[in-house]
């Protein structure tokens, strides 16, 4: 009878044991990283045509219908 309820109760425990272990894994894993920020600084538009991203001083805006629509120097033309 001990047996089976040392069984019941490391099977119940085991799943929330295995998700914290995990948790903490990552967390020690990924706590010294630097947070992804752009290198270039500042914001970056996507091209309303092609998709492709650049800085705002690269980018060619066009007002349609009261809205700014970026587009990259290579599709504006």
Known sequence: MASQQLVDTFFAW???TALLL???TA???TRHEA???PSSGG???S???CGRRGKRDHMVPVTR???VVWY???CAH
Request: contains cysteine.
């Open 27 to 29: 967390f020690v894993a």
């Open 35 to 37: 947070a992804t920020v």
């Open 47 to 49: 091209c309303a045509h």
């Open 65 to 67: 219908e009261g809205a």
């Open 43 to 45: 914001k970056t538009f």
């Open 22 to 24: 995990v948790v903490i």
């Open 14 to 16: 085991a799943p929330l």
């Open 72 to 74: 990259c120097e290579r």
